[in-house]
């Protein structure tokens, strides 16, 4: 046995397998050339199509150097701008949120008939156009809308107003919550809450304690994906606003205003604040899912 | 008693120790008829009030028609290139190492969250004749912005991430040994992609590009700044929308979000049905 | 077709696979490669395929080196563990996709790929099941599905990565004498891979037992299964009490017995175990002498009674096989106070048995 292991080893130290000509024929992956040319032609793409956009954002916001980039960010209408949507989106999310939790509890947790039709109602809104997302509303609640006239007798405005905008809002963003819970929670079953409840704990107590902890993660997840939407949403309030400065113009509105009267260095810095919120976006997204990608991913796998 | 009570067919719900159904299924229902169902249905319903000649004669005049074919057209072609490029940045995320690889990989969902309005004006001021790359096209007088290739591009940037997502999972989840038993049966690396991977991502490319085709078809914000909103030429269908509303023709506005809507769920329709097909001998 | 593996060296990430491996292989034979999980046997046989590269060593088809060709070339049909059949396709397209992918120039007519593809359907027993698609077949039917697309490609060599794994323990039993009798036929040379000892005993010419990266023994069933070289081997094949025992000139002293050990006599009061079959121990009264032990359990379901016992000296637990009927079977009872003797035994050394 020793014997044959050193043999073994002499033979091994004779014949020097070309190590290097074996991995390139690997079974199952291509040539060194092919691989890297693959890599270059998916990152000059990407590069070309995502990268220079953004870093061009940036470039155009300092075109006229920091002072410039300064008075465009310290507008008056700017800072409106900043306020109402934050204002918007400090509705529509947790409403939203709201909403996700309460379908996702109904959904995961229960059985009923009609379950999956509604779960397709769900997402129904990511397939709209954001354009026709305003004009629904618009229909509905415009001076020539279902509820338009009655609207008016009472003076209540919705379009061309923050009403509008913030409905506007919740419909372009009513699915992320909801989709990122359901799968979720689907996934975790209702073993825990059910002992929970045989254990003698209220309904409340048991979404606090046991099921909220367990879906926490894909909730901030949703909340995250949710909140950047409802930041940067154009078409859809674009439709509802009407344009107001100072009323009902939000900041993706008072980019399109600015850069539609040549004030280009005002139009991209505004723009370089909601690509500054998109990076902390996306990498808040790229941490949660490096950090919980597994436990994330198991409910996106339904 | 018990055996009815585990059966859905007595009933409406099964029942359950836990509380909360109701209240959680009746805001759940109500919430989406206010946000969701209502306003649609006041969309279907609004282009009735102009009767089927006065719908025909929205849907035929040639100002739609050829918005309709640039939003539909473009965002066909557009999901194509995204379905190739897709592949392949999908690919290398998946199979290969190289630098930055993580940034690469979470820079897919730019699109994403980048605000639509920002990455309008950004591809705009690129592909403008001055721009960083129309720069590059205007010698060979090939202008992209303010043209349908403007549109084209807006709609590239839009729908890359949807092909990439669908992709990364399945290309993940690909078993190796079956690339194997290929390879030992003699094919080379071109048959074995050809005959045995693709094959078996074709589904999750379809879905890719029908998510990628379907947000095309509706985007708004990237496209009008680029694409210079000439009727007949390079005005998208939404803008069309948006330009009857404000000229407070809501029944045409309706009328062409109907359509719209109705192009859409049919294509969606096919590539299902494509899908289907293509699924048939998948193990559940 | 013959095969010669020399020094064969594989790490992966640092970890030793396989470490320094020597194999033939002869025409016609069929050879199991038999060991626990992580012993190396798959790595080894997906070397053989080309499916991985050794870092050292010498493989040798017929004589001629093949360690740098690629799995297309070296012509050896590979049947995987989970068969890696391709789901799109049918049974006929997944048999004859290993002609089909020939270069143009070497491919058969589509009339002779359908003649083969017929033929080896009928081989298989599949043959009116050519238009259905993976998914609609049984287990049983898929195993064969993927030898009759490995066999399509006319291999020289055919390897088989746990070829029963998957498969119900009824189909498992058909479907291996089966096998057996194919390989005989088509006087193909086969090398398997499996974890079963039965499976192995049963079906090859030759076993070659590995363990942590070294084949342990290659010999006949008859062999290993008889004169194990190791304890690896003794333990692995056949279920066995392990006892401590002394080895002094052919003897090995186990508590108060003394039994042979021809195989030691030059060993001089060495430490070692001695491995004993269950059905090597023999059950005597408290007062015959031996160990002493105490009964625990007691199974006498099956085809022989199965005794639990505790060793009275350090609380070791044996097992020990009483066929029905003998007169042992009178002495146990639970809790019952017995002496242990031994029928036969294999000793060896500590510094083999490690």
């Given at each position: 046995?020793?014997?044959?292991?050193?043999?073994?080893?002499?033979?091994?130290?004779?014949?020097?397998?070309?190590?290097?000509?074996?991995?390139?024929?690997?079974?199952?992956?291509?040539?060194?050339?092919?691989?890297?040319?693959?890599?270059?032609?998916?990152?000059v793409?990407?590069?070309?199509?995502l990268?220079?956009?953004?870093?061009s954002?940036?470039?155009?916001?300092?075109?006229?150097?920091?002072?410039?980039?300064?008075?465009?960010?310290?507008?008056?209408?700017?800072?409106?701008?900043?306020?109402?949507?934050?204002l918007?989106?400090?509705?529509?999310?947790?409403?939203?949120?709201?909403?996700g939790?309460?379908?996702?509890?109904?959904?995961?947790?229960?059985?009923?008939?009609?379950?999956?039709?509604?779960i397709?109602l769900?997402?129904?809104?990511?397939?709209?156009?954001?354009?026709?997302?305003?004009?629904?509303y618009?229909?509905?609640?415009?001076?020539?809308?279902?509820?338009?006239?009655?609207?008016k007798?009472?003076?209540?405005k919705?379009?061309?107003?923050?009403?509008?905008?913030?409905?506007?809002?919740?419909?372009?963003?009513?699915?992320?919550?909801?989709?990122?819970?359901?799968?979720?929670?689907?996934?975790?079953?209702?073993?825990?809450?059910?002992?929970?409840?045989?254990?003698?704990?209220?309904?409340?107590?048991?979404?606090?304690?046991?099921?909220l902890?367990?879906?926490?993660?894909?909730?901030?997840?949703g909340v995250?994906l949710?909140n950047a939407?409802?930041?940067?949403?154009?078409?859809?309030?674009?439709?509802v606003?009407?344009?107001?400065?100072?009323?009902?113009?939000?900041?993706?509105l008072?980019?399109?205003?600015?850069?539609?009267?040549?004030d280009?260095?005002?139009?991209?810095?505004?723009?370089?604040?909601?690509?500054?919120?998109?990076?902390v976006?996306?990498?808040?997204?790229?941490?949660?899912?490096?950090?919980?990608?597994?436990?994330?991913a198991a409910?996106r796998?339904? | 008693?018990?055996?009815?009570?585990?059966?859905?067919?007595g009933?409406f719900?099964?029942?359950?120790?836990?509380?909360?159904?109701?209240?959680?299924?009746?805001?759940?229902?109500?919430?989406?008829?206010?946000?969701?169902?209502l306003?649609?249905?006041?969309l279907?319903?609004?282009p009735?009030?102009?009767?089927?000649?006065?719908f025909?004669?929205?849907?035929?005049?040639?100002?739609?028609?050829?918005?309709l074919?640039?939003?539909?057209?473009?965002?066909?072609?557009?999901?194509?290139?995204?379905?190739?490029?897709?592949?392949?940045?999908?690919?290398?995320?998946?199979?290969?190492?190289?630098?930055?690889?993580?940034v690469?990989?979470?820079?897919v969902d730019?699109p994403?969250?980048?605000?639509?309005?920002?990455?309008g004006?950004a591809?705009?001021?690129?592909?403008?004749?001055?721009?960083?790359?129309?720069?590059?096209?205007?010698?060979l007088?090939?202008?992209?912005?303010?043209?349908?290739?403007g549109?084209?591009?807006?709609?590239?940037?839009i729908?890359?991430?949807?092909?990439v997502?669908?992709?990364?999972p399945?290309?993940?989840?690909?078993?190796?040994?079956?690339?194997?038993?290929?390879v030992?049966?003699?094919a080379?690396?071109?048959?074995?992609?050809?005959?045995?991977?693709?094959?078996?991502?074709?589904?999750?490319?379809?879905?890719?590009?029908?998510?990628?085709?379907?947000?095309?078809?509706?985007e708004?914000?990237?496209?009008?700044?680029?694409?210079?909103?000439?009727?007949?030429?390079?005005?998208i269908?939404?803008?069309?929308?948006?330009?009857?509303?404000e000229?407070?023709?809501?029944?045409?506005?309706?009328?062409?979000?109907?359509?719209?809507?109705?192009?859409?769920?049919?294509?969606?329709?096919?590539?299902?049905?494509?899908?289907?097909?293509?699924?048939?001998?998948?193990?559940? | 077709?013959?095969?010669?593996?020399?020094?064969?060296?594989?790490?992966?990430?640092?970890?030793?696979?396989?470490r320094?491996?020597n194999?033939?292989?002869?025409?016609?034979?069929?050879?199991?490669?038999?060991?626990?999980?992580?012993?190396?046997?798959?790595?080894?046989?997906?070397?053989?395929?080309?499916?991985?590269?050794?870092?050292?060593?010498?493989?040798?088809?017929?004589?001629?080196?093949?360690?740098?060709?690629?799995?297309?070339?070296r012509?050896?049909g590979?049947?995987?563990?989970?068969?890696?059949?391709?789901?799109?396709?049918?049974?006929?397209?997944?048999?004859?996709?290993g002609?089909?992918?020939?270069?143009?120039?070497?491919?058969?007519?589509?009339?002779?790929?359908?003649?083969?593809?017929?033929?080896?359907?009928?081989?298989?027993?599949?043959?009116?099941?050519?238009?259905?698609?993976?998914?609609?077949?049984?287990?049983?039917?898929?195993?064969?599905?993927?030898?009759?697309?490995?066999?399509?490609?006319?291999?020289?060599?055919?390897?088989?990565?746990?070829?029963?794994?998957?498969l119900?323990?009824?189909?498992?039993?058909?479907?291996?004498?089966?096998?057996?009798?194919?390989?005989?036929?088509?006087?193909?040379?086969?090398?398997?891979?499996?974890?079963?000892q039965?499976?192995?005993l049963?079906?090859?010419d030759?076993i070659?037992?590995?363990?942590?990266?070294r084949?342990?023994?290659?010999g006949?069933?008859?062999?290993?299964?008889?004169?194990p070289?190791?304890?690896?081997?003794?333990?692995?094949?056949?279920?066995a009490?392990?006892?401590?025992?002394?080895?002094d000139?052919?003897?090995a002293?186990?508590?108060?017995?003394?039994?042979?050990?021809?195989?030691?006599?030059?060993?001089?009061?060495?430490?070692?175990?001695?491995?004993?079959r269950?059905?090597?121990?023999?059950?005597?009264?408290?007062r015959?002498?031996?160990?002493e032990?105490?009964v625990?359990?007691i199974?006498?379901?099956?085809?022989?009674?199965?005794?639990?016992?505790?060793?009275?000296?350090?609380?070791?637990?044996?097992?020990?096989e009483?066929?029905?009927?003998s007169?042992?079977?009178?002495?146990?009872?639970?809790?019952?106070?017995?002496?242990?003797?031994?029928a036969?035994?294999?000793?060896?050394?500590?510094?083999?048995?490690?």
């Open positions: 046995m020793v014997a044959q292991a050193r043999r073994a080893l002499s033979i091994a130290g004779e014949t020097v397998e070309p190590a290097g000509a074996a991995q390139a024929r690997r079974a199952t992956t291509e040539p060194p050339l092919v691989r890297w040319a693959l890599i270059a032609a998916g990152v793409f990407i590069l070309l199509v990268v220079l956009p953004l870093i954002v940036f470039m155009e916001a300092l075109r006229g150097g920091a002072a410039t980039f300064l008075h465009a960010v310290g507008d008056g209408d700017t800072w409106q701008a900043v306020r109402l949507t934050l918007v989106a400090g509705i529509a999310v947790p409403l939203n949120v709201v909403f939790l309460a379908a996702a509890w109904a959904i995961a947790k229960f059985d009923f008939r009609g379950k999956s039709l509604l397709t769900i997402d129904l809104p990511f397939s709209v156009s954001p354009v026709i997302s305003g004009l629904i618009v229909l509905l609640y415009g001076a020539n809308g279902w509820f338009g006239p009655a609207l007798e009472l003076d209540i919705i379009i061309f107003n923050v009403t509008g905008l913030v409905l506007a809002t919740i419909f372009v963003t009513f699915p992320f919550v909801a989709r990122e819970l359901i799968p979720l929670m689907q996934e975790q079953g209702r073993d825990e809450e059910e002992a929970a409840i045989s254990l003698g704990a209220s309904g409340w107590r048991t979404f606090w304690h046991v099921t902890p367990n879906v926490a993660w894909g909730l901030l997840y995250l949710c939407r409802a930041m940067g949403e154009f078409g859809a309030v674009s439709v606003s009407g344009h107001i400065r100072g009323l009902t113009n939000t900041m993706p008072h980019v399109e205003i600015l850069y539609n009267e040549y280009f260095v005002g139009a991209f810095a505004v723009a370089s604040l909601l690509a500054g919120l998109a990076i976006t996306l990498v808040a997204k790229s941490l949660l899912e490096w950090r919980y990608g597994d436990r994330l409910g796998k339904h | 008693m018990t055996t009815r009570a585990y059966s859905l067919g009933g719900k099964r029942p359950s120790v836990l509380p909360g159904f109701g209240l959680t299924l009746g805001f759940a229902v109500a919430y989406l008829s206010i946000i969701v169902l306003p649609l249905s006041a279907v319903l609004r009735a009030t102009l009767g089927l000649s006065g025909l004669d929205v849907l035929f005049d040639s100002r739609v028609l050829a918005a074919r640039l939003s539909f057209g473009a965002a066909f072609i557009a999901a194509l290139v995204n379905a190739f490029f897709g592949l392949i940045v999908a690919w290398i995320l998946v199979r290969y190492d190289f630098p930055l690889k993580r690469v990989d979470a820079l730019l994403f969250a980048l605000p639509t309005a920002v990455a004006i591809l705009a001021t690129i592909y403008a004749p001055n721009g960083w790359v129309g720069r590059l096209f205007d010698p007088g090939i202008q992209i912005a303010f043209t349908p290739l549109v084209l591009v807006a709609l590239i940037f729908g890359l991430p949807f092909v997502r669908s992709l990364q399945v290309l993940q989840d690909l078993d190796k040994e079956v690339e194997e038993a290929a030992s049966l003699g080379n690396r071109r048959q074995t992609f050809r005959l045995v991977i693709l094959p078996a991502i074709m589904p999750a490319l379809l879905t890719g590009f029908a998510l990628a085709l379907a947000r095309a078809v509706g708004y914000g990237s496209v009008i700044f680029i694409a210079g909103n000439m009727p007949m030429v390079s005005e269908a939404p803008l069309l929308i948006v330009i009857k509303l000229q407070f023709d809501y029944a045409g506005a309706a009328a062409i979000g109907v359509i719209m809507l109705a192009l859409s769920f049919l294509i969606l329709l096919v590539i299902n049905l494509v899908q289907r097909w293509s699924r048939r001998h998948e193990e559940h | 077709m013959t095969i010669t593996a020399e020094g064969i060296y594989k790490s992966f990430n640092g970890f030793p696979a396989l320094g491996v194999l033939a292989a002869s025409r016609g034979e069929f050879v199991a490669l038999l060991g626990p999980s992580g012993s190396g046997k798959t790595t080894l046989l997906r070397i053989l395929a080309g499916l991985e590269f050794a870092d050292s060593g010498r493989l040798l088809f017929n004589g001629e080196d093949v360690a740098a060709q690629g799995a297309g070339e012509n050896v590979f049947v995987f563990q989970h068969y890696a059949l391709f789901k799109h396709m049918t049974v006929a397209e997944n048999v004859s996709f002609m089909r992918v020939k270069p143009r120039d070497k491919r058969p007519s589509k009339a002779v790929i359908d003649s083969q593809v017929n033929e080896l359907l009928r081989l298989v027993q599949l043959d009116r099941l050519g238009d259905r698609y993976p998914s609609q077949l049984s287990g049983g039917q898929r195993q064969r599905v993927a030898l009759a697309r490995a066999l399509a490609i006319q291999p020289g060599v055919l390897l088989l990565d746990e070829p029963f794994g998957a119900d323990a009824k189909v498992r039993k058909e479907l291996r004498r089966w096998l057996r009798r194919l390989h005989d036929d088509m006087q193909l040379t086969s090398l398997f891979v499996t974890h079963d039965e499976e192995a049963e079906l090859a030759r070659a037992v590995m363990n942590d990266g084949i342990e023994q290659i006949t069933p008859a062999d290993v299964y008889h004169h070289a190791t304890a690896f081997v003794y333990e692995f094949l056949g279920n009490n392990r006892l401590r025992c002394r080895i000139r052919g003897r002293m186990v508590g108060p017995l003394i039994l042979p050990a021809p195989e030691h006599l030059e060993l001089r009061d060495a430490a070692g175990v001695a491995f004993v269950p059905h090597d121990l023999i059950i005597g009264d408290a015959a002498g031996g160990l032990a105490r625990r359990q199974f006498v379901a099956g085809p022989a009674i199965r005794v639990e016992l505790a060793l009275l000296a350090d609380g070791e637990m044996l097992e020990a009483v066929p029905h009927g007169p042992a079977g009178e002495l146990i009872a639970p809790n019952k106070l017995v002496t242990l003797t031994m036969k035994i294999r000793a060896f050394p500590d510094a083999v048995a490690a």
